[in-house]
């Protein structure tokens, strides 16, 4: 029997070596717990705080109800994987078979995932551009990768295209990029793009595109999906999720583009990672996105909320970064303070009850650049009780 208050023991005979010994809690688990504990108001991790569609949740509603409830085909349900082609082919001039090329995944972070455990083998060199979403660089160490880092120029997180054949030698396995980008907020050039396919070419090496923010791009801009490239798309896995696109975070809903070849290879560790994903969900984001007023709008909304934070918070003394992309905004806090990114950060959670994100949990090695980011993706109630704490400091 189970003695009272059993207590799961290390056995010390076992030594755990850990396949991640340098990787801790993600800084989003971690600054959102910190915000909690303090009562603060949370702008680190990237989520909305407003709701989403009630007729989204209507869908989902109906599909469970016509009792479409149990494991999806594999690669996803196909009247989504049939939306999401037309929608790529009116966006980007670019045909992906829905049968082939375009499978459904649990979000972006199991897209990323089983793209590169599909890909990289050991001792394949993946280069990673930085400041980076955190799940690149784990994703690739785990399945035996080794990252090559191109660190982005400040203060317009530039690529310094001059450095960066540098980087590639016959072990380059995979480029990762990220436009628009977490965190910086800027967008790939048409320039970036005419680069990439000049170092690429004739060369054995494949490109991931997360892509996750392609609707939160602002003052114009347009996004430059590799899918509009046929040279780049040839050799390209896109990544793209309802996440971002519908307010959703939490029904993490992604999709992967890819030519036949490598969708057959992502399907072949996605089959055994998830299978397939969230049935009803598919459905009402099927029948959702048929009508384009439901995210054509974002570039707008976004902007907006974008200039009223901007707004908000000019007469304070953090000095914004320029932002033309997705829902966040750098702030440079050098008039304020010379302590570590991750320490303000720390005490502007548990003194000021303001939660953002360290800019050097982007980075491998450490880092400062007195940068913090703040995500706008709030309520225009939020973004004044933000600012109004941020003027005072
Ligand atoms: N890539 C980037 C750049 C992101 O910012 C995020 C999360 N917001 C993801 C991937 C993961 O998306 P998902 O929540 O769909 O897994
Ligand atoms: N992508 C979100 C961000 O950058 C968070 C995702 C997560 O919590 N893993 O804030």
């Given at each position: 029997m ?75 349900v ?24 375009i ?5 972006a ?155 057959a ?10 299978f ?15 009508d384009e ?101």
């Open positions: 189970r003695p009272e208050n059993f207590k799961i023991m290390d056995n010390p005979q076992w030594q755990l070596s850990s396949k991640l010994p340098n990787v801790g809690n993600s800084i989003f688990a971690v600054m959102t717990q910190l915000a909690n504990e303090n009562n603060a108001i949370n702008l680190s991790q990237g989520f909305p705080d407003f709701p989403i569609s009630e007729k989204l949740i209507s869908l989902v509603n109906k599909y469970m109800n016509m009792g479409y409830n149990q494991y999806s085909p594999m690669p996803g196909l009247k989504l994987r049939e939306v999401i082609s037309e929608i790529v082919n009116k966006n980007y001039s670019a045909h992906y078979d829905p049968i082939t090329e499978t459904i995944t649990a979000g972070t199991q897209a990323i995932y089983t793209i590169i455990s599909a890909i990289v083998r050991a001792d394949d060199e993946v280069i990673i551009f930085e400041p980076a979403y955190d799940s690149y660089a784990p994703s690739v160490k785990v399945n035996g990768g080794l990252v090559k880092y191109a660190t982005l120029k400040l203060p317009d997180f530039s690529i310094d295209w001059e450095k960066f054949p540098a980087l590639i030698s016959s072990n380059t396995r995979m480029i990762i990029i990220n436009s628009p980008h977490n965190p910086s907020g800027t967008v790939l050039s048409h320039n970036d793009i005419n680069q990439l396919i000049r170092i690429t070419r004739n060369r054995d090496i494949l490109i991931l595109s997360d892509e996750v923010y392609e609707h939160l791009i602002f003052d114009g801009l347009m996004h430059e999906s590799l899918c509009r490239y046929p040279e780049l798309a040839s050799k390209s896995f896109v990544v793209g999720s309802f996440g971002k696109t519908f307010h959703a975070t939490g029904w993490k809903t992604g999709f992967v583009l890819a030519p036949a070849n490598l969708t290879e992502l399907r072949k560790i996605h089959q055994f990672l998830v397939s994903t969230n049935t009803p969900i598919q459905y009402a984001f099927a029948e959702f996105l048929e007023a439901n995210y054509k709008h974002l570039p707008e909304f976004y902007q907006k909320k974008r200039d009223t934070f901007l707004k908000l918070i000019k007469t304070s003394r953090f000095k914004p970064l320029k932002c033309s992309g997705t829902y966040f905004l750098t702030l440079d806090y050098s008039d304020i303070s010379d302590e570590n990114e991750m320490d303000f950060a720390v005490r502007l959670t548990r003194e000021h009850k303001i939660a953002s994100i360290p800019f050097s949990a982007f980075y491998n090695k450490n880092n400062n650049n007195n940068l913090l980011r703040f995500c706008f993706a709030k309520t225009d109630g939020t973004l004044e009780k933000a600012a109004k704490i941020l003027c005072k400091i």
